[in-house]
């Protein structure tokens, strides 16, 4: 693995920073994988509280030669725990038994031993100095730790959980959260990188981080062992993929949420855009998320759900979309049962990452990848980084989720077994098999929605990648009965356009229960391919610290 010329490309995710540090691998000759590495290792660096390598997630790969695959490299359930394990009482959210046995590290390696250029210990030479030397504080770094503050919104450190837990207290100066621009430092967190970078993953899953991972974990009343963490390994896996407009759009199956991505789009197939935001638009999209939400409550680890594989192909094939397209009213919406199967549950999941990049071969990646919740498990082992909560993710049976719904047989906790995700990472390409899209959200239950209206709004509408990310996004996943809407509002010095009430109003005369929220709760980003080759990476302006980087030819 040597380089050779700089790569052009571009690299998108939800800290310009990290995006920059991508930009620079494509510049010292590494090519998309080394470069969407390095910024997952950057996005790491400077926002553990929702990416961390404590984590896992999803990848689809479009290969120079236009070839397809897709990398799992989700969370799996420690060995021995059981259903009755969570009836009794173990939390899913908080502390260790609600810690997934990681997966990031083993999935980065994969991904790099597949397609890497460049050494992987440069891959990680720019986020060892960053968390050595200091990083200044952004604006969502402090954002999302004063939300765990007490009061939610404050500064302080005292009544915090933080309180506790010393490994948090470099985030406070005298009892108060570093203020935006003061350095953070991670010295833990950069010798934990040095040994990986050193050792490869195996310095991760055996030796003294892991060690320190299960003593912690079992400390705080987990069942993980060393040996579930040597076990690991991530899965190579088809793709999937349905036409829209002419295009293909391709992304992960389960567990990850793909097909239901393809489903709401496949449905929408069937229609002719009506126009970008206008009443039949948004209502058409909210029907169809109606009904492919209802859908996902069937998904789970297809190791553990069998004639999954033939499931996922039935949803989005055209003739399915097509009945399912003639359930849509264009006057009116309907009660839920009308979208869903029984025993459904939709669940809230959050603290996510997407990161996309590109180079001039063809290479083209989308990641998504995630440690759960808001700081995950509240956990930061003595090595460093935070662990996820990812086992709030399955369903446990008997007990409703955070949001009071019945669980599913599908998503059932098991030992092993790998939990649903709301993750859709994607790739579209035109006719003639040129990419014309890329990238991916983050937002929990939001991502599918987020991950249609961005799309649509480039594949309908023209849009460019900044105007698709800016425009109106709505949300419906059937229950709670109500279609959010965002009101307008600015960051970054650009202003998200948000509905009006006039047009909340038309919703309404069709059935909608309208809920209005300060802004949509997804963060996507996308790369726009222009001619040239050229590209246009964006960012989510509802984000502070998002963006991307091009690299020119």
Same mark, same amino acid.
């Given at each position: ?13 939800e ?44 990848a ?43 997966g ?88 934990t ?43 190579w ?10 295009n !293909?759009?391709? =992304? @992960? ?6 097909? $239901?991505?393809?489903? %709401?789009?496949?449905? /929408? +197939? ?9 009443v ?78 590109a ?7 989308? !990641?998504?990848t =995630? @440690?759960?919740l808001?700081?995950?498990?509240? $956990?930061?082992?003595? %090595?460093?980084?935070? /662990? +996820? ?40 390409e ?57 009101r ?9 356009e948000?509905?009006?009430?006039e ?45 991307g ?5």
């Amino acid at each position: 693995m040597t380089a050779s010329k700089p790569l052009a490309g571009a690299v998108v995710s939800e800290q310009q920073r990290a995006s920059d540090i991508g930009a620079g691998i494509l510049r010292k000759g590494g090519n998309a994988a080394d470069a969407i590495i390095a910024t997952i290792l950057a996005v790491n660096t400077l926002a553990p509280f929702h990416s961390d390598i404590g984590g896992g997630g999803f990848a689809i790969i479009r290969q120079a030669d236009g070839n397809y695959e897709a990398l799992d490299f989700r969370h799996v359930a420690p060995k021995d725990v059981t259903m009755e394990y969570y009836q009794k009482g173990a939390s899913t959210s908080v502390g260790g038994s609600a810690v997934a046995v990681p997966g990031q590290m083993r999935g980065l390696e994969e991904l790099h031993r597949r397609y890497g250029r460049l050494k992987w210990a440069e891959l990680f030479e720019p986020s060892i100095k960053l968390a050595r030397e200091g990083q200044q504080v952004c604006e969502d770094l402090r954002d999302f730790t004063t939300r765990e503050c007490v009061p939610p919104g404050s500064d302080n450190l005292a009544g915090s959980w933080y309180e506790t837990d010393p490994m948090y207290h470099a985030l406070f100066k005298n009892g108060r959260v570093l203020a935006v621009g003061e350095l953070y430092y991670r010295p833990e967190f950069a010798m934990t990188l040095e040994a990986i970078a050193e050792k490869g993953a195996d310095a991760f899953y055996g030796g003294e981080i892991a060690k320190a991972m299960v003593d912690t974990v079992r400390e705080r009343g987990g069942l993980m062992t060393l040996d579930d963490l040597r076990d690991y390994r991530p899965r190579w896996c088809s793709p999937i993929s349905a036409k829209y407009r002419g295009n !293909v759009l391709w =992304t @992960v199956p389960a567990p990850a949420s793909g097909a $239901i991505w393809l489903s %709401a789009m496949g449905i /929408l +197939n069937h229609f002719k855009s009506p126009g970008a935001g206008t009443v039949l638009d948004y209502h058409r999209v909210t029907e169809a998320l109606r009904l492919a939400y209802g859908q996902r409550t069937q998904l789970g680890d297809p190791s553990f759900v069998p004639g999954l594989e033939t499931k996922q192909k039935e949803w989005i094939s055209y003739e399915c979309t097509a009945d399912r397209a003639k359930m849509l009213s264009d006057e009116h919406t309907f009660p839920p049962d009308y979208y869903k199967p029984p025993g459904v549950e939709i669940k809230e999941d959050a603290g996510t990452s997407n990161i996309t990049a590109a180079d001039e071969t063809g290479l083209v990646i989308s !990641v998504t990848t =995630t @440690v759960g919740l808001n700081w995950g498990s509240h $956990i930061m082992v003595k %090595a460093g980084f935070v /662990l +996820n909560d990812s086992m709030d993710d399955f369903s446990v049976q008997g007990r409703p989720n955070q949001t009071g719904y019945e669980p599913t047989k599908a998503n059932f906790v098991a030992g092993g077994k790998r939990p649903l995700s709301s993750s859709c990472p994607y790739i579209v390409e035109n006719s003639r098999g040129e990419v014309i899209l890329a990238g991916g959200s983050a937002g929990g239950s939001t991502i599918i929605s987020a991950n249609v209206q961005v799309a649509r709004n480039v594949l309908d509408y023209g849009f460019s990648a900044r105007e698709a990310l800016r425009a109106s996004r709505l949300h419906n996943q059937i229950l709670p009965n109500v279609s959010q809407l965002e009101r307008q509002n600015t960051h970054q010095g650009s202003t998200v356009e948000g509905f009006s009430e006039e047009l909340a109003e038309e919703l309404r005369s069709k059935g909608h229960t309208v809920e209005w929220v300060p802004m949509n709760r997804s963060t996507p980003c996308a790369i726009k391919f222009l001619p040239g080759p050229d590209w246009e990476p964006a960012g989510d302006p509802r984000k502070n610290d998002s963006g991307g980087s091009v690299v020119h030819p």
